[in-house]
């Protein structure tokens, strides 16, 4: 796991946005895993900045969503296919016909899920993951005492995520539905890059775990421990709770160029 605090939330985007952008350098089609929430939005403004400036095309990619609300309409502003569409899409040259979501609206959520699952599968899996984590340590919405074997699958969401998440309701949490479709942890770890970004003081009780505590349901997204590939973009709030925080601005600065992302 590569640890790296940057001077702020937009540093942290435009380095995920680097990776991004090296991965479709040797593979134009490469498939990209898009997570929702605040921490990745700096990452869709800067690849929006690219792709407008010609730097950077996304046209041969594809793109799979890491969850979806249950019971959202399909016009809902926060159904998380709309909000990928508005942050990500609209911004970028990516084909929308090839950008996938869950179908949080489906009559059978688990054959939804089984049928999310061979869809990533038929796509030859995700190459590069984007992610955030939640204030108790999970991940997509794998909440505490989720399986770490986890496959894409309907869950009910925590009391505690439900407030997190009221700020993108107007406040009001009962206006947060209390199920959705997510991918599995398991799912997630069976992509070849993971990018998580964490920033501001309330996410970094959770870093702390993530990053230097036992491996444990409790806490979902410490099982990226055990990912060969992991990189964990912060802030200087989001990295306050670190006991190595100064071994992991050192590994960075004597990083050698040739490791790359």
Not at 60 to 88: C, K, M, Q, S
Not at 135 to 159: Q, V
Request: aromatic residues 6%; charged residues 20%; negative net charge.
């Amino acid at each position: 796991m590569e640890v790296v605090i940057c001077a702020d939330g937009a540093q942290a985007g435009s380095r995920a946005a680097d990776a991004v952008a090296a991965l479709l350098r040797t593979t134009p089609d490469a498939v990209l895993g898009v997570a929702t929430g605040s921490s990745p939005l700096t990452v869709y403004a800067e690849l929006g900045r690219r792709v407008a400036a010609g730097d950077l095309t996304l046209a041969g990619a594809t793109a799979f969503l890491l969850d979806e609300y249950v019971g959202l309409t399909a016009d809902h502003p926060e159904r998380y296919r709309n909000v990928i569409e508005r942050e990500f899409v609209s911004r970028t040259d990516i084909d929308p016909a090839r950008v996938h979501g869950p179908d949080g609206l489906a009559e059978n959520l688990a054959d939804a899920g089984t049928a999310y699952e061979a869809q990533i599968s038929a796509a030859g899996g995700v190459d590069l993951q984007l992610l955030g984590i939640g204030t108790d340590g999970h991940i997509a919405f794998n909440e505490p005492g989720s399986s770490l074997a986890s496959r894409t699958r309907i869950k009910t969401l925590t009391r505690q995520t439900r407030q997190d998440n009221a700020r993108f309701f107007g406040g009001d949490v009962e206006a947060v539905p209390t199920h959705c479709l997510t991918q599995g942890v398991g799912t997630i770890m069976a992509a070849r890059h993971l990018v998580l970004l964490a920033t501001g003081r309330a996410k970094a009780e959770a870093v702390h775990h993530l990053v230097e505590g036992p491996i444990s349901a409790m806490w979902p997204a410490t099982i990226l421990q055990l990912h060969p590939h992991v990189t964990v973009l912060l802030d200087p709030p989001a990295a306050a709770r670190l006991q190595l925080a100064s071994y992991f601005t050192e590994t960075f600065a004597a990083k050698p160029d040739w490791q790359g992302y």
